[in-house]
């Protein structure tokens, strides 16, 4: 496996390249930046907010900061890709202005997807292996060069939606539709109770079918995917509201803030206060 990664230490500016063989995300994966996702070869299977989706060769997903998401293995073993994850602060435009304005579309959105075949590869294509190149080499400047890349990455990618015509993409498995309802649900009911027998109740499953088609639909466990979703929106409130904590874990749907706390370390790693100094 070929492996390479930047990060500025401020979580803000990360660049993580890998060839390789397939393997699971783990953990939950939402983040503060914005992430270019370019598939350069082989398959993912690619989940994001209420649906999964195939990436192949030449697919490019930007994903907006705080929308959960996780890849998992498709039917190609091997595969090669890019990942930059890139903060808001970043993408100013010269002169002061808060936000490049050709970058308007992905300020809009919760992801955007470019499909090989229906985009020119040819900008893409050459800056995606030029940043592999800076971060490979490291020669002098190589990290104010290597931001400036993502900048013409993002705006390249924003050139060509237009030609998508705002399609969503297609369920990599048409039969877990019933699942996406159920991921639907939890996305709109997070404050609530949520247990798979009020869900299986409530959409007419079988708490058994819902737990088994779950994680194969989504790479997560129906836990995880409620748990991480509550994480999700309580780093939103940290992050943009003075509410105290125990407020906070409340609001979100945890019946206790100890119960808050031992989740939200699980799922991000971190104490929930950290978010708040960051906000």
Same mark, same amino acid.
């Given at each position: 496996m070929r492996e390479l990664y930047y990060d500025n230490g401020k979580e803000t500016f990360l660049v993580h390249y890998r060839s390789g063989t397939s393997y699971q995300m783990f953990t939950s994966h939402f983040h503060t930046t914005y992430e270019f996702f370019h598939m350069l070869s082989g398959q993912r299977k690619f989940f994001i907010k209420d649906r999964t989706f195939v990436i192949e060769a030449g697919d490019i997903v930007v994903v907006a900061p705080n929308?959960?998401?996780? !890849?998992? @293995?498709?039917? !190609?073993?091997?595969?090669e890709r890019l990942v930059v994850n890139v903060h808001e602060s970043h993408l100013a435009a010269v002169g002061g202005a808060a936000r490049i304005p050709a970058l308007r579309p992905l300020f809009e959105r919760d992801y955007v997807l470019l499909r090989q075949g229906s985009y020119d590869p040819s900008a893409i294509d050459a800056l995606s292996a030029e940043m592999v190149r800076e971060v490979r080499e490291e020669r002098p400047g190589y990290e104010d060069y290597a931001r400036a890349l993502i900048v013409q990455l993002l705006i390249a990618c924003?050139?060509?939606?237009?030609?998508?015509? %705002?399609?969503?993409?297609? &369920?990599? @498995?048409?039969?877990? +539709?019933? /699942?996406f309802e159920v991921v639907r649900y939890i996305n709109a009911h997070y404050r609530e109770e949520l247990t798979l027998q009020h869900l299986a109740e409530r959409l007419y499953m079988s708490p058994y079918s819902i737990s088994r &088609?779950?994680?194969?639909?989504?790479?997560f466990t129906f836990v995880e995917y409620v748990n991480s979703v509550r994480v999700k +929106?309580? /780093?939103?409130?940290?992050?943009? &509201? &003075?509410?105290?904590?125990? =407020? /906070?874990?409340?609001? =979100? %749907?945890? %019946?206790? =803030? !100890?119960?808050?706390?031992r989740v939200f370390k699980e799922v991000t790693g971190r104490a929930p206060l950290f978010y708040r100094k960051e906000g």
């Open positions: 929308v959960l998401h996780r !890849t998992t @293995n498709a039917d !190609t073993p091997d595969y924003c050139r060509q939606l237009p030609e998508q015509g %705002g399609e969503q993409p297609a &369920s990599a @498995n048409p039969a877990h +539709e019933r /699942i &088609s779950f994680k194969e639909a989504t790479g +929106e309580a /780093i939103a409130l940290l992050l943009h &509201s &003075s509410l105290k904590v125990k =407020v /906070i874990a409340s609001k =979100v %749907g945890f %019946g206790s =803030v !100890t119960h808050f706390g």
